[in-house]
């Protein structure tokens, strides 16, 4: 029983392709998170949703849409790929908002533009 | 700023020896912190946490990490490393902020172990 589950595990694609990125968690947790890390391994915020209302957006190229059917789910779509696109995307949930809660991680989706 | 600062890029350690990873942040109020591993291919996994209390925390794998507010540090050891722990190591800390909270990464640590 995987806890928070991503698809696909790698996503090559071609520049101005629109692709979307999959999540789902099945800890019952309330707020879910979408995570970018570089090649550096930099971990960066991208979007964090609480029952389904978006609570942080970085600063993130409208080109990335977020969306939360529902509290379990949180789907990334992203259009008109660029070559800087091409990173590891983590999707996170956490029981609550609140500072002391920890988060669990998918196992990534290795996005590749090329 | 409010941040959080890991200073080694990588350590290497023999099996057996003893580990000590170093995080520092910078933030004015009490922090929650927390450290987390990730291990090649995969996403982090929680190793412990802290917000207030016994300053040496325990956690999974054999981890355990000491909060030291005049350092303002959280660094994570553990007494004997297997060839097992060999993988990238994150601390975070979480800030508050208009909207509510977010969690900070640094820039993470990669532990080399040798035989």
């Known amino acids: 029983d995987t806890a928070v589950s991503q698809t696909p595990k790698y996503l090559v694609t071609q520049m101005g392709n629109d692709k979307s990125i999959k999540c789902e968690q099945n800890?019952?947790?309330?707020?879910m998170y979408w995570y970018k890390q570089d090649s550096k391994k930099f971990l960066k915020i991208m979007f964090s949703?609480?029952?389904?209302?978006?609570?942080i957006n970085e600063t993130v190229p409208n080109r990335f849409s977020p969306k939360s059917p529902d509290k379990a789910h949180l789907n990334l779509h992203i259009n008109s790929l660029e070559l800087g696109d091409s990173a590891v995307y983590f999707c996170?949930?956490?029981?609550?908002?609140?500072?002391?809660?920890?988060?669990?991680f998918g196992s990534g989706t290795r996005l590749t533009v090329v | 700023a409010q941040s959080v600062t890991q200073p080694d890029i990588h350590i290497t350690v023999s099996e057996g020896a003893s580990l000590e990873l170093r995080c520092n942040y910078s933030?004015?109020?009490?922090?929650?912190l927390f450290w987390y591993v990730q291990s090649p291919g995969q996403g982090l996994q929680l190793l412990l946490k802290?917000?207030?209390?016994?300053?040496l925390v325990q956690g999974i794998k054999g981890f355990e990490a000491e909060f030291k507010r005049s350092q303002s540090s959280f660094n994570l050891r553990k007494p004997s490393v297997h060839w097992s722990d060999a993988a990238e190591y994150f601390c975070?800390?979480?800030?508050?902020?208009?909207?509510?909270?977010?969690?900070?990464f640094g820039a993470g640590t990669r532990l080399f172990v040798k035989a």
């Open positions: 933030y004015g109020a009490t922090p929650y």
């Open positions: 802290y917000f207030s209390g016994d300053t």
């Open positions: 996170a949930s956490s029981q609550s908002l609140g500072q002391n809660y920890g988060y669990t």
């Open positions: 949703y609480n029952n389904k209302e978006l609570i």
């Open positions: 800890l019952g947790h309330d707020t």
């Open positions: 975070a800390v979480v800030l508050l902020y208009t909207g509510g909270f977010k969690t900070i």
